[in-house]
């Protein structure tokens, strides 16, 4: 059989390795990171789960453990170390800038929901590199401890004796380490630029959910069944399936009430508050397409219904991402624009073979800007909309469990399109910017963090991209003024000497918004850079005529109908009425209405004329 025939790629170069080669990787105990297995590819199959053989002539690309673009060229000091300032000194510390250039508080959006910011938080999964944040809150939380001064990974960062919070602690210190690259993991000499690994497949392809290693899924998530994935009831609520071992990784659930933690082939189902809801919405959805499809398609078989309900499940999250939340942030005449969304509602085709599946180093660093727009406290609601109580969400990381109580997960849905988000401004909550971990780590300060992990990225100064992205100079200060407001960059003149010592993170947080949208320009322009190579690049994107399995136009104007709230009202729990515009807060114009009233896909479109065929000739 054809598949058997594994071939070993190296998994940075993504070029085949010989025999010899791959015993070198099995004795240094790396083949994890430094080579991906893929069996020979078949033009017509579908979307595999490890994201190989997108690109039929470069296979690797698409999977796991695979490089990432520059759009920039990297720049460090020597041995690779974070660029110094323009005289040659350091470059002011991130916990500084951060609280002197954003405040701390809370400030509702008066438009956007929680739902805004829980799918982007599950787009980022989908574009993560997760190995960077587990290793400092589990393999290494010793960076500010002595022993941490010896070992090269860790990067903690410093809080200033004058700190407005922490001058009154004894905290001086922030754990956190390096991130990793295919150097520090072994499989490039480590005397050249650092690249770091990707650890989540690099098309937007709910590999959170399906994972990115195909044995994993068939082990721990089909059923073998019409399609369908494993899943649990508990008090009449659906999840997926959970760990049955007495150690896990939600190192928050408060044992013993708190038992559940999802195993499911990606670990980070159980990681941020947001990514585990949309995994158990689209682990459900799963299922719901499965069902349906099966009814219209009695004589399709288990592969067939899985694969075809994947597809939809994939279908179904990008018209929601794509025509229903970005084009709110990011403006849908810009989306238009840039070739990011059609104004029609037929086929549309932008492939390009000769552009590689991967994501940009910097599209997943930019993204953290949203930091400022987290909220802190989730609150609570009924179904009848009454507010129940509270909690923080830096208290849910690796918590699965507390979903599973109380009926907290119906609380926390309501709250999800009845709470507003945090609104886009330089205000980060408080949770996010000095507990951010919740008992995970002493104290943690995420969009410091953000900060430092531009500069152990190499990337170039603010001003570089603002370049790249608007296609002039900008050589003083006073240049900015094109881009952010005066008191900003008097801001910034106080706290950098040169222009080019700035900061992305630092240019971004204080950056004016782009024209029609509500994210800051370079923000913007990265994510456009993105997007546009994720649909260029990706063989199977759901709005191609020309694909293997492709929809029908018929097909495709049902999955045209997918809204976020449409999603809740199938999935979530105990929901009846919502606002048709989920990621809108309910108003004049967009009433709650019963679920009844918002419009469904209709899975006759699947119909299959040889299910027919094959029942007559029965
Ligand atoms: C507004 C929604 C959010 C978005 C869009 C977002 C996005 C991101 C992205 C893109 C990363 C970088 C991942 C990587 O480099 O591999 C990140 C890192 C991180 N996020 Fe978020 N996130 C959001 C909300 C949250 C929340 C609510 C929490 C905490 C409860 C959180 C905690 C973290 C932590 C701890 C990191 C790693 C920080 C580091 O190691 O430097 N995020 N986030």
Redesign the pocket.
Known sequence: CKFMNIIHYDSYKGTPISDKEYKEYIKKNNTFWCVNDIQPCDPNEWRRIDGSCNNLKHPTYGAMHTPLVKVLPSVYDAGYEPRKAKDGADLPLPRYLRTSLLLEGKVPDQMLTQLA??L??F??SE????Q??IN?VLWKPYCCEPRGKADRSCTPNKIPNDDPVHRFSSIRCLN?TR?ESFQSMGCVRNDTTPDRIL?STSTLDLSTLYGGNLDMLKKMARTFQNGLLKTEIEEGREWPPSTKSKTDICLQNQKPAETRCHSTPEVGSNS???VNLFVIWFWRNHNFIAKSLAKVNPCWDDDQLFYAARDVNIAIYLQISFYELLPILMGRKNMIMNNLISKLSGFRDLYNDKILPQQSIEM??V??W??T??EGSLKMYDVDGTYLKAFP??N??LRTGFLAVDNNIDYLTQGSFRQP?GKADYIVDPD?AEV???TLQQA?D?PT??L??HRYFGFQPYVKYLEYCNRQKYESFEDLLDVMDPERVEMLRDRYNHIEDIDLMAGIWLEKHVRGGRIPSTLFCLITEQLGRTIASDRHWYERQDRPHAFTLQQLLEIRKATISRLICDVGDKVTQIQPKGFLRAGPGNEMCSCNSIRSIDFNAWADPQCVVNKRNK
Do not use: E, W
């Open positions: 910011t829980n982007l938080t787009i980022s574009v993560t590199s997760v960077d944040t400092y956190l991130p650890s941020l508050f947001a997943a660093a993204l953290r949203f930091h727009m987290q969400v830096v849910l990381t988000c996010i951010g971990l919740g943690f995420i963090s953000d430092t992990k």
